[in-house]
């Protein structure tokens, strides 16, 4: 099974940072290291090649911590979620 993940934090409009969590050493924005101790704190292993058995946990901890808002499962099953689609060149 092949996933493709992105982790975003834009602010203001600007892309701070972006990279995909299951490889998080290139990284990419106009911030794309302004993180780096947080990301590893947060369990993301930056080195390339290194372990990212741990990324999905990493990644909720890495938005929780730009957020201030704790994901807990009780969050996850009561909030009401909208989607939609915007148009790109994709």
């Avoid at 369990?43 to 890495?62: E, K, Y």
């Avoid at 996850?76 to 939609?84: P, Q, R, V, W």
């Amino acid at each position: 099974m092949t996933s493709v993940n992105y982790f975003y934090w834009v602010e203001d409009g600007d892309i701070r940072l972006f990279f995909e969590p299951l490889s998080p050493s290139p990284r990419y924005g106009s911030d794309p290291d302004g993180l780096v101790e947080i990301m590893q704190q947060a369990g993301f292993d930056l080195r390339d090649g290194g372990n990212h058995n741990l990324f999905i946990g990493a990644a909720f901890a890495l938005a929780e911590h730009l957020t201030g808002i704790k994901v807990t499962p009780q969050l996850l099953e009561k909030s009401i979620y909208s989607c939609g689609v915007a148009p790109g060149s994709w």
